[in-house]
């Protein structure tokens, strides 16, 4: 009887370890169509996770999922989920529709919804570009360690391949790479081998990897660009030929030799890359770097006569991406930023349907700090003429760039701050999309996590999910629900992660508001994580002395400088004035709510999550500080111009607090995030510094000394 209980016993152990497997499905599609491969392989992926099998053979009793193209029902990139009793078809306009359809059911069978239960639906793109600025490592715009560290994990077919299935699950359909001088990397030129550093083998390593990209980039339904600045060339190139102007970097300044030699290079560049690179989709360059000197005719017809004639010299169709001229200093000789405006529109109007279209003018959506207000405030250089889009032009689209110079440690998600930018920027006629990136971060390797257990990611862009499903999902359909990313935290991490993205979008309102009361124009004037600006020692904290006479980007907020003096004089504020104390109250709101909302979230057994909940914590305590540094600095102010007594122990008081919630922020992120390095330490004029390590911790001195300035102030009576 005992043996036998035991066999019974063993028996029953080995089927509850056993896989127990739901009904089989078969899954029909054009095996020979790689976009159709894709979708089907993301989609069994999904299924045996939910314990289906794969049937190999048709079976009477199989559930039949088929994969197929309707194109006269479905407009490109739409798709359509129809349900039947045994049955699933999912069609797509064409074959990005097709993957996002694939992917669509299976992210409702990744969170528990069962294969009979899948609701018969339909979406359509609502912007046709929706696009990641990606810079590489190698030849970076910037010269900095931040960059360098991630060489060898860009240079990992792997790191592209999850890279890639993060963009298509995302909807993002573009990836721009950036680098300034992509040509040695990419070919060896068939009229100037000087131009290349490399050795044959290295430059068969070279290709190999791009043309990985490329391919693995269009079986995913995304378009690739390569994007230059226009008139550089390589230290090779330049010494070979004796070329005396500022044609490579760290020469940041300066004007480009433009002969003949220059000339005939990059034109035969852009040519020979196209025609080596059949699946790359196609280029960009920039009106502006080394250009100095020229006037606006001089620079387009540089341009003419080299990128887009190289382009014209494909012998195959082309896309482009033509960047707006960058700076509405850029007239010489007297022209206006509108006349600028006008000319580069008249260039681009001529070249008709030469690319195949629309071409994507890229204009960046307040300089380099996009995530701060939906407020087209400035673009880089100033204001946006309306001269690129009134009347609507017949042959190109607007793409707004999103960059991201605030964040690159802590997680973000603020879904209503994308909705709006949508809604007021995303859906006039002129638009085409968007680019999302940043031009001083790269999103490859993970040098900001502490060692000490295991974490679900491998990646740099893996920990920031949430941004990168945020904004790829809701510039593809902006009515996307919230439902649908707490989705994907309850399938990460369970139930009680749920209030998360709440969490999120009220604490990491924290960047967009410190970003709007913050004034800033190019890459390392603000770092919003760091509540730092660059000051007359380089970035540095928010000073209160700096915070006192800063201006915010909006025109209706006030400073702290002007509310004092407004509400001194019993002047009357506009209804629609935001002030440094009701900016104060709404931080402060932000971030007690977001504290709790995650009180209640055990992290302790799931260290991943134990991040997520972490950076919540940090974002909303980084409000508070900027709150009580916001009221310090209103009564501190307030006593110098002839305040009571009292003013100035309040003025104490508000910044002992704030230096107290810093010292919170540094408790959390010191045992779960190294020092690391910052490229916004890198000095004005772009000379390498490596001594650039940032973490909170070693702020925490600059910010005590607000402290011992209101202590040490004194009234002006």
């Given at each position: 009887m005992m043996k036998y209980l035991l066999a019974l016993l063993s028996l029953l152990l080995w089927a509850a370890a056993s896989p127990v497997f739901a009904e089989p499905v078969r899954l029909q599609f054009d095996a020979a169509d790689p976009q159709a491969r894709y979708a089907a392989e993301r989609l069994t992926s999904a299924l045996r996770d939910s314990r289906h099998e794969i049937a190999r053979k048709c079976g009477k009793s199989d559930f039949v999922i088929t994969l197929t193209l309707d194109s006269t029902r479905l407009r490109p990139e739409a798709f359509a989920t129809t349900t039947g009793r045994r049955s699933l078809t999912i069609a797509g306009g064409d074959g990005r529709g097709l993957i996002y359809g694939a992917l669509s059911a299976a992210e409702q069978l990744r969170n528990g919804v069962g294969l009979k239960a899948l609701?018969?639906?339909?979406?359509?793109?609502?912007?046709?570009?929706?696009?990641?600025?990606?810079?590489l490592p190698w030849d970076s715009y910037r010269s900095s360690s931040a960059l360098d560290l991630h060489y060898d994990t860009v240079r990992d077919v792997k790191f592209w391949e999850s890279f890639l299935d993060m963009m298509a699950e995302n909807r993002f359909n573009a990836l721009t790479l950036w680098n300034l001088h992509p040509f040695p990397y990419m070919i060896q030129a068939k009229n100037f081998p000087e131009a290349s550093r490399f050795t044959d083998a290295e430059m068969a390593e070279w290709r190999k990897l791009y043309r990985a990209i490329f391919r693995m980039a269009k079986e995913r339904g995304i378009d690739t660009y390569v994007v230059n600045w226009n008139i550089l060339v390589s230290p090779e190139f330049a010494k070979a030929n004796g070329l005396k102007g500022n044609n490579f970097w760290p020469n940041y300044?300066?004007?480009?030799?433009?002969?003949?030699?220059?000339?005939?290079?990059?034109?035969?560049?852009?040519?020979?890359?196209?025609?080596?690179?059949?699946?790359?989709?196609?280029?960009?360059?920039?009106?502006?770097?080394?250009?100095?000197?020229?006037?606006?005719?001089?620079?387009?017809?540089?341009?003419?006569?080299?990128?887009i004639a190289g382009m014209k010299g494909a012998r195959r169709p082309t896309k482009m991406i033509f960047r707006a001229p960058l700076s509405a200093d850029l007239g010489q000789g007297g022209s206006t930023s509108v006349e600028t405006e006008r000319l580069t529109r008249k260039a681009i109007e001529k070249l008709g349907n030469t690319f195949e279209?629309?071409?994507?003018?890229?204009?960046k959506f307040n300089w380099s700090h996009a995530h701060s207000t939906p407020k087209l405030i400035k673009t880089h250089g100033g204001p946006l003429n309306d001269a690129y889009?009134?009347?609507?032009?017949?042959?190109?689209?607007?793409?707004?760039?999103?960059?991201?110079?605030?964040?690159?440690?802590?997680?973000?998600?603020?879904?209503?701050?994308?909705r709006d930018h949508l809604r007021m920027n995303g859906g006039h006629e002129y638009v085409g999309g968007y680019f999302v990136g940043s031009e001083n971060y790269i999103p490859a390797r993970d040098y900001f996590t502490v060692a000490g257990g295991p974490v679900d990611w491998s990646y740099a862009f893996e920990r920031q999910w949430l941004f990168y499903k945020l904004w790829g999902r809701l510039l593809y359909d902006p009515a996307t629900p919230d439902s649908v990313f707490e989705a994907e935290f309850v399938h990460r991490y369970g139930e009680a992660a749920r209030p998360l993205l709440k969490a999120y979008a009220a604490a990491s309102s924290t960047q967009l508001n410190f970003a709007s009361a913050t004034d800033f124009t190019w890459?390392?004037?603000?770092?919003?994580?760091?509540?730092?600006?660059l000051g007359p020692k380089g970035m540095q904290p928010m000073s209160v002395e700096q915070l006192i006479v800063q201006k915010p980007l909006p025109p209706e907020w006030l400073s702290v400088q002007d509310f004092v003096a407004k509400?001194?004089?019993?002047?009357?504020?506009?209804?629609?004035?935001i002030t440094p104390l009701m900016l104060a109250d709404r931080m402060a709101d932000d971030g007690s709510k977001a504290l709790g909302l995650v009180k209640a979230i055990d992290s302790s057994r799931n260290r991943s999550l134990m991040y997520e909940v972490a950076d919540v914590k940090i974002w909303a305590n980084l409000g508070l500080y900027y709150a009580e540094k916001l009221r310090g600095a209103v009564a501190l102010q307030t006593y110098r111009l002839g305040g009571r007594p009292e003013d100035k122990q309040a003025a104490v008081a508000h910044l002992e607090k704030s230096l107290g919630f810093w010292d919170e922020v540094v408790a959390i992120t010191r045992p779960i995030y190294a020092d690391m390095p910052l490229a916004h330490y890198n000095p004005p004029d772009n000379h390498r510094n490596d001594n650039n390590l940032f973490h909170w911790a070693l702020l925490r001195p600059a910010i005590a000394e607000d402290v011992d300035v209101a202590k040490d102030a004194r009234t002006a009576h």
């Open positions: 609701r018969s639906n339909t979406e359509t793109g609502a912007l046709p570009f929706r696009a990641i600025k990606f810079n300044k300066g004007e480009g030799e433009t002969g003949d030699i220059v000339k005939r290079y990059t034109r035969e560049s852009v040519t020979q890359m196209l025609e080596e690179y059949p699946d790359l989709t196609g280029f960009g360059f920039t009106l502006a770097e080394q250009m100095g000197g020229m006037t606006p005719e001089q620079r387009q017809a540089w341009i003419d006569e080299t990128i279209g629309p071409i994507w003018m890229e204009i889009y009134n009347p609507a032009p017949p042959n190109y689209k607007i793409t707004w760039m999103i960059r991201n110079e605030d964040f690159y440690t802590l997680r973000w998600g603020v879904p209503s701050f994308i890459d390392f004037t603000i770092y919003g994580e760091g509540m730092m600006v509400r001194r004089a019993g002047d009357m504020l506009p209804s629609d004035a």
